[in-house]
């Protein structure tokens, strides 16, 4: 690993997704495991930091974490693109060599069985928390976040550097059909909100 | 209103969320409207298009929506920076007067009781899927999305416009402490995915 990376605290993770990037979620579960691209994960709760994501009946992902009860939420850059467009459109039901086709390379934090993807902005390492009305109904997962990091180049002290970092380092915001966003300038609003 | 405002097919009114935007959450119920700024809002499903956005239960918002079984979710842009940051730090409940002071001017179309807020990029008509779970375990409340229009400046055609709009029509994606990143460059992933 190339990549600096600090862990960031839990009263700061929904930060990671509160500006809304497409995201990949990971699993692992009795040695197989699957990474899919979703632009439908959101953060739910600050403490503890809790998210939903969606997750189709069709995917691998999903299998993997029903039964392991746990998954990483990670948040790709522009360099990785093309990765997160592959490993959309693809299913590891049809294509048992997608994570290689995709590359896709995996690493583990601080003794965690949890498959990281390389390269991404920030992780989020999550336990399901099972509620099977809403992942049956509306495909919707919720997940605790137990554990939380950043490339520091890009994420550090608690927020977002984009202004100053690479803007390889951005974050990607899928629409349809192959077009994707990267994240851009800062804003910010006028604080002195008259009483 | 000076805006040009086009519907929005049902099967494309998910795009209008995909990237990840912040949103405000308009309500009316009894003759009292309220608007809130909402970073957790996501869509949910495609067809027919559904949507998750999470309400604290301090918001006199969330209580118009558990009273009328509707809510506009609407995309607000660039050059509403400020009013967005407001209506997301007042509450109506301290403030009778805060959509005026927000600078939030309201209207309707095509004949629905709803309060839309003028000058947003998009917005979504809500039906509240009533879900009581969820809500009181969560906050999260889920809409099925009855209408949808958008500013033709920078959403026609079933896509976003961001390239070629004004910057002031960018979406606005909230972090924290006032810092919002405008959505920046497109990038397209290349579409050949080798088999």
């Known amino acids: 690993m190339t990549q600096p990376i600090a862990p960031v605290p839990l009263d700061k993770a929904y930060q990671l997704l509160n500006h809304g990037p497409t995201v990949l979620v990971s699993a692992r579960h009795q040695g ?7 632009a439908w994960a959101c953060a739910l709760d600050f403490s503890p930091p809790k998210l939903t994501v969606v997750l189709d009946k069709m995917t ?11 998954f990483v939420i990670q948040v790709p850059t522009v360099a990785q693109l093309d ?12 294509q048992p060599d997608k994570l290689a086709r995709g590359g896709v390379e995996l690493f583990d934090l601080d003794g965690r069985d949890l498959p990281l993807v390389a390269g991404c902005a920030a992780w989020l390492a999550c336990r399901l928390i099972p509620e099977p009305h809403n992942q049956q109904a509306y495909d919707l997962f919720i997940g605790e976040v137990v554990a939380a990091w950043s490339d520091t180049r890009v994420f550090r002290d608690g927020r977002w550097r984009f202004e100053t970092a690479d803007a390889a380092l951005r974050t990607l915001h899928y629409v349809a059909g192959g077009r994707f ?3 851009g300038d800062a804003l ?6 008259k009483d």
Chains 1, 2 share one sequence.
């Open 32 to 38: 197989v495991d699957d990474v899919m691209a979703a």
């Open 60 to 70: 691998r992902t999903r299998e993997l974490v029903q039964h392991s009860g746990h």
């Open 83 to 94: 990765l997160t467009y592959q490993v959309g459109q693809r299913s590891l039901h049809q």
């Open 181 to 183: 966003y990267a994240i």
């Open 188 to 193: 910010d609003a006028d604080q002195d909100v």
